[in-house]
Protein backbone atom coordinates (compact mmCIF):
# COMPACT_ATOMS: atom_id res chain seq x y z
CA UNK A 1 0.00 0.00 0.00
CA UNK A 2 0.90 3.65 -0.89
CA UNK A 3 0.61 6.05 1.25
CA UNK A 4 0.93 10.21 -0.53
CA UNK A 5 1.47 13.23 1.93
CA UNK A 6 0.99 16.53 -0.17
CA UNK A 7 1.88 20.02 1.56
CA UNK A 8 2.48 23.44 0.30
CA UNK A 9 -0.62 24.93 -0.75
CA UNK A 10 -2.59 28.10 0.12
CA UNK A 11 -3.60 31.32 -0.53
CA UNK A 12 -1.39 33.63 -3.06
CA UNK A 13 -1.70 36.79 -5.29
CA UNK A 14 -1.38 36.51 -9.20
CA UNK A 15 1.57 36.48 -10.01
CA UNK A 16 3.37 34.99 -7.40
CA UNK A 17 4.73 31.91 -6.69
CA UNK A 18 4.05 28.53 -4.43
CA UNK A 19 5.79 25.01 -4.19
CA UNK A 20 4.13 22.11 -3.33
CA UNK A 21 5.17 18.54 -2.32
CA UNK A 22 4.13 15.53 -1.98
CA UNK A 23 6.06 12.84 -0.19
CA UNK A 24 5.13 8.94 -0.81
CA UNK A 25 5.96 5.75 1.36
CA UNK A 26 4.63 2.42 1.44
CA UNK A 27 5.11 -0.49 -0.91
CA UNK A 28 6.80 1.38 -4.21
CA UNK A 29 8.37 0.07 -6.92
CA UNK A 30 10.99 1.73 -8.12
CA UNK A 31 9.96 2.33 -11.58
CA UNK A 32 7.36 4.83 -11.59
CA UNK A 33 5.87 8.17 -12.27
CA UNK A 34 4.75 10.74 -10.39
CA UNK A 35 2.48 13.85 -10.68
CA UNK A 36 0.59 16.23 -10.33
CA UNK A 37 -3.38 16.85 -11.31
CA UNK A 38 -5.79 19.53 -10.25
CA UNK A 39 -9.81 20.22 -9.95
CA UNK A 40 -11.40 23.33 -10.17
CA UNK A 41 -14.70 23.55 -8.78
CA UNK A 42 -17.54 21.82 -11.25
CA UNK A 43 -14.79 21.11 -13.33
CA UNK A 44 -12.87 17.20 -14.28
CA UNK A 45 -9.67 16.63 -12.95
CA UNK A 46 -6.79 17.31 -14.91
CA UNK A 47 -3.45 16.76 -15.59
CA UNK A 48 -1.07 19.46 -14.83
CA UNK A 49 2.32 17.68 -14.54
CA UNK A 50 4.49 14.21 -14.36
CA UNK A 51 7.27 12.62 -13.82
CA UNK A 52 8.84 9.44 -14.79
CA UNK A 53 11.29 7.70 -12.25
CA UNK A 54 14.05 8.72 -15.14
CA UNK A 55 13.05 12.13 -14.77
CA UNK A 56 11.05 12.33 -18.11
CA UNK A 57 8.38 15.12 -17.75
CA UNK A 58 5.26 16.28 -19.27
CA UNK A 59 2.86 19.14 -19.05
CA UNK A 60 -0.10 20.35 -19.82
CA UNK A 61 -0.28 23.20 -22.37
CA UNK A 62 -1.80 25.47 -20.15
CA UNK A 63 1.37 25.43 -17.32
CA UNK A 64 4.26 25.11 -19.13
CA UNK A 65 6.43 27.57 -18.51
CA UNK A 66 5.33 28.51 -15.46
CA UNK A 67 5.27 25.33 -13.45
CA UNK A 68 8.03 23.00 -12.74
CA UNK A 69 8.11 19.49 -11.80
CA UNK A 70 10.77 17.73 -10.08
CA UNK A 71 11.60 14.69 -7.75
CA UNK A 72 13.53 12.72 -4.99
CA UNK A 73 13.99 9.62 -6.20
CA UNK A 74 16.02 8.66 -2.84
CA UNK A 75 13.42 10.32 -0.37
CA UNK A 76 10.53 9.40 -3.35
CA UNK A 77 9.28 13.04 -3.07
CA UNK A 78 7.30 15.47 -6.17
CA UNK A 79 7.85 18.58 -6.36
CA UNK A 80 5.49 21.29 -8.33
CA UNK A 81 7.06 24.62 -8.26
CA UNK A 82 4.52 26.85 -9.52
CA UNK A 83 5.27 30.70 -10.80
CA UNK A 84 3.37 33.34 -12.27
CA UNK A 85 0.25 32.27 -11.29
CA UNK A 86 -3.33 32.81 -12.41
CA UNK A 87 -6.58 32.85 -10.91
CA UNK A 88 -7.34 30.16 -13.46
CA UNK A 89 -4.99 27.75 -11.46
CA UNK A 90 -6.97 27.87 -8.66
CA UNK A 91 -8.03 24.30 -7.73
CA UNK A 92 -7.13 21.51 -5.04
CA UNK A 93 -4.23 20.02 -6.30
CA UNK A 94 -3.38 15.94 -6.35
CA UNK A 95 -0.55 14.21 -5.94
CA UNK A 96 -0.36 10.75 -8.31
CA UNK A 97 1.64 7.28 -7.92
CA UNK A 98 1.34 5.31 -10.91
CA UNK A 99 3.14 2.03 -10.86
CA UNK A 100 2.64 -1.50 -12.11
CA UNK A 101 -0.95 -0.01 -13.59
CA UNK A 102 -1.53 1.04 -9.94
CA UNK A 103 -3.04 4.91 -9.14
CA UNK A 104 -2.54 6.01 -5.96
CA UNK A 105 -3.84 9.47 -4.52
CA UNK A 106 -2.88 12.08 -1.97
CA UNK A 107 -5.94 13.83 -0.30
CA UNK A 108 -5.22 16.86 -2.08
CA UNK A 109 -4.06 20.50 -1.32
CA UNK A 110 -6.14 24.00 -1.90
CA UNK A 111 -4.06 26.17 -4.10
CA UNK A 112 -6.41 30.11 -4.59
CA UNK A 113 -4.53 32.40 -6.61
CA UNK A 114 -6.26 35.92 -5.95
CA UNK A 115 -6.20 39.16 -4.88
Known amino acids: QVQLVESGGGLVQPGGSLRLSCAASGSIFSINVMGWYRQALGKQRELVAVISSGGITNYADSVKGRFTISRDNAKNTVYLQMNSLKPEDTAIYYC?????????WGQGTQVTVSS
Open 96 to 104: NLLSRAASN
